[in-house]
Structure formats: structure tokens, C-alpha cells
Nanobody, 128 residues
Framework: QPQLVESGGGLVSPGGSLRLSCVVSGSRLDSYGIAWFRQAPGKEREEISCIPGLNGRIYYADSVKGRFAMSRDILKNTHYLRLNNLRPDDTAVYYC?????????????????????WGQGTQVTVSS
């Protein structure tokens, strides 16, 4: 079973940037589909980006497209989420998640129940 550990959150001013990391231990990074989610206070968990695992593509939710960028370093078994031009409504706990069944399907990649493994989350607060 993989273990996922996020880091990199913090307090940032509007317009600022952060880079979140998700270290995946227990197996090769490219064995999984990987996604980033976030959950703001009082709101449902939202999936914001996904690598389905079998087609080399990255997909983004409209709410973050053009501002956030997902990447990975397979040698370090680490996924990254670069958050640019942050806004106060980006304030949330950010989670990474992994699926044992990588796919090429973007729709599947955005199904929460497709993911079996979750990190503990890292808090991002955007405030002046």
C-alpha cells in the first residue's frame, strides 16, 4: 500500500505562489493515477488536477486551469502542484490521492471513488 505525504502549504498573500509536494512511498510513482484535491471550510472536496497514469496527460478543473500546474519527478517518487496567482478563495486543505488502476480516461480520473489512497493534507491560506 502506498503512503502519501503532502507538504509545502502555508500562508501566502493574494497573487503569490506556492509549490506543494506529495511524496509517494511503497511503489513506483508511475504505477498509479494521481490527483490533487482541495477542501475549503464548509465546502465539498474538489478535485483540481489529475494524471490518469497511462497517457502522459494532465487534466485540470476549470477553477484552476491556467494558474496551477501539476508535475512529477519519478526518480524522487514525488508529485508537485505549483499554485500561481493565488486568490483568497483558493484557501483550503490540499490533498493528493493515488489510484491503483491507472487509466487513460479523463472522466474516470475525476471520479473521487477511483482513488484508494490519500495523504493527510496540507493547509494553504491566502490572505493579506
Amino acid at each position: 500500500q502506498p503512503q502519501l505525504v503532502e507538504s509545502g502549504g502555508g500562508l501566502v498573500s493574494p497573487g503569490g505562489s506556492l509549490r506543494l509536494s506529495c511524496v509517494v512511498s511503497g511503489s513506483r510513482l508511475d504505477s498509479y493515477g494521481i490527483a490533487w484535491f482541495r477542501q475549503a471550510p464548509g465546502k465539498e472536496r474538489e478535485e483540481i488536477s489529475c494524471i490518469p497514469g497511462l497517457n502522459g496527460r494532465i487534466y485540470y478543473a476549470d477553477s484552476v486551469k491556467g494558474r496551477f500546474a501539476m508535475s512529477r519527478d519519478i526518480l524522487k517518487n514525488t508529485h508537485y502542484l505549483r499554485l500561481n496567482n493565488l486568490r483568497p478563495d483558493d484557501t483550503a486543505v490540499y490533498y493528493c490521492a493515488a489510484s491503483n488502476t491507472p487509466t487513460t480516461n479523463q472522466t474516470v480520473c475525476f471520479m473521487t471513488h477511483w482513488f484508494q489512497h490519500w495523504g493527510q493534507g496540507t493547509q494553504v491560506t491566502v490572505s493579506s
